[in-house]
Each structure stands twice: as structure tokens, then as C-alpha cells.
């Protein structure tokens, strides 16, 4: 199994920066997919940004033009650039991994996950 760890949350002014990061442990070498979800008190559980091995990435509607998801060159360590915070963006941000298993299954792990407050 694959264990996930983020870190780099905290509390920021609207307008301001955060890089959140995911380091991934154990069976890393059936990781086909990261990505970031997160959630906030009342609001659905979203997912905001994905990147695959092959390094490309994808955005919700929500953070285009303001995160970057990018990795490490051996895609154990994958990272959330967040740029022009908004108070909407608070929430507890999860990393995601999903692992490819034989027959076109697959299983998704969750880290812990990381508070990030956005102040007016």
C-alpha cells in the first residue's frame, strides 16, 4: 500500500501564496495518478488538480489560472502551487494517489490531509 503525507498548509491573508506538498511511501511504483481534493465545513468533497505520471496536469474550473500541480522527476513527490488565494479556497486539502492493479482495477489512497485558511 502507499502511504501519503502533506504539509505547507496554514493560515494566509486573501491575495496571498501556499505550496502544499505530498510525499508518497510504499508501493510507489503502481502510482499512475496524483492529485489533490479538498474539502471545506458543508461543501462537497472536490477534486482540484491531477497530475499523472505522464506529468500532465488538470484543474477544476475553481483554481485554473491561480494552482500548479507539478512532481518530482520520480513522481513520489507531487506539489500545490497556490497563487491568489481566495477566502472560498479554505478548506482541508487531501492528497490522492491512485494505484493501477492487473485487469483495469485500480485503488485510490488519501493522506491525512492539510488545513488551509484563507482570510479577508
Known amino acids: 500500500q502507499v502511504q501519503l503525507v502533506e504539509s505547507g498548509g496554514g493560515l494566509v491573508q486573501a491575495g496571498g501564496s501556499l505550496r502544499l506538498s505530498c510525499e508518497a511511501s510504499?508501493?510507489?511504483?503502481?502510482?499512475?495518478?496524483m492529485g489533490w481534493c479538498r474539502q471545506a465545513p458543508g461543501k462537497q468533497r472536490e477534486l482540484v488538480a491531477v497530475?499523472?505520471?505522464?506529468?500532465?496536469?488538470n484543474y477544476a474550473d475553481s483554481v485554473k489560472g491561480r494552482f500548479a500541480i507539478s512532481g518530482n522527476d520520480i513522481k513520489n513527490t507531487v506539489y500545490l502551487q497556490m497563487n491568489s488565494l481566495k477566502p472560498e479556497d479554505t478548506a482541508v486539502y487531501f492528497c490522492?494517489?491512485?494505484?493501477?492493479?492487473?485487469?483495469?482495477?485500480?485503488?485510490?489512497?488519501w493522506g491525512q490531509g492539510t488545513q488551509v485558511t484563507v482570510s479577508s
Open positions: 490522492n494517489a491512485r494505484l493501477d492493479l492487473p485487469y483495469g482495477r485500480y485503488v485510490n489512497y
Open positions: 510504499g508501493s510507489i511504483f503502481s502510482i499512475s495518478a
Open positions: 497530475i499523472t505520471s505522464g506529468g500532465s496536469g
